[in-house]
């Protein structure tokens, strides 16, 4: 029987111990009936977005609090991705800065 790799390090060195799973390398403990599936995020045309992954706006966006507009096709790098229902990217947009962004109004590039 094959294992899944540890969730904390990534590891392959994973071994069962009664009803949980260990990982020798950093000491995780969990049992595989308890894990969750992780908290996912697709753009505007349905791609899976990780962090690291650069992307275009894909629609005019007003920045709140601001006269300022993001204009299509502006280019952002994702930095993490929050799970909450307004804004689940947290990006570093060209010639703006960092921000959070909504992942309906952006394509994977």
């Known amino acids: 029987m094959s294992c899944p790799p540890c969730p ?4 392959e ?12 390398e950093c000491g995780h403990e969990w049992n595989p009936s308890d894990v969750e599936e992780a908290f996912s995020v697709h753009d505007a045309n349905g791609t899976l977005l990780a962090e ?19 204009k299509i096709g502006t280019k952002a790098v994702v930095r993490r991705i929050v799970e909450g ?13 960092e921000m959070m962004v909504t992942a309906k109004f952006v394509k994977k590039a």
């Open 52 to 70: 690291g992954d650069k992307v275009t706006l894909a629609k005019d966006l007003k920045v709140k609090g601001s006269s300022l507009v993001l």
């Open 85 to 97: 229902k307004d804004h689940q990217l947290d990006c570093k947009v060209d010639g703006t800065g």
């Open 13 to 24: 060195y994973v071994y069962q111990d009664q009803s949980n799973l260990v990982c020798p």
């Open 8 to 11: 904390n390090c990534q590891s």
